[in-house]
Nanobody, 116 residues
Framework: QVQLVESGGGLVQAGGSLRLSCAAS?????MGWFRQAPGKEREFVAR????????YYADSVKGRFTISRDNAKNTVYLQMNSLKPEDTAVYYC????????????WGQGTQVTVSS
């Protein structure tokens, strides 16, 4: 069992930046960030492969968000720049050891609110 703990959420003005952190109690194969806005379904944001550092982003955040990892700290980050009000959501960190079956480790979520 891998425990994931997110931090770094908060309130920021449009155009501002935030960095989210996800501390993992163990290693998985892939770590991802998802978000869920009020009244909407949870959506994929970004993911990174622990071993290679390979990344992939949703089109809505490409060029603005950067996912990275610190192997020594077992921590994954999401640097969010040029934030927009539509980025407002609860952001969740997730992990999996088997991409074929999806993500099955989830954090508790951290709120990000972007004011206009």
């Amino acid at each position: 069992q891998v425990q994931l703990v997110e931090s770094g959420g908060g309130l920021v003005q449009a155009g501002g930046s935030l960095r989210l952190s996800c501390a993992a109690s163990g290693r998985t194969f892939i770590m991802g960030w998802f978000r869920q806005a009020p009244g909407k379904e949870r959506e994929f944001v970004a993911r990174i492969v622990w071993t290679t550092g390979s990344t992939y982003y949703a089109d809505s955040v490409k060029g603005r968000f950067t996912i990275s990892r610190d192997n020594a700290k077992n921590t994954v980050y999401l640097q969010m720049n040029s934030l927009k009000p539509e980025d407002t959501a609860v952001y969740y960190c997730a992990g999996t050891r088997d991409q074929a079956i999806g993500y099955y480790y989830w954090g508790q979520g951290t709120q990000v609110t972007v004011s206009s």
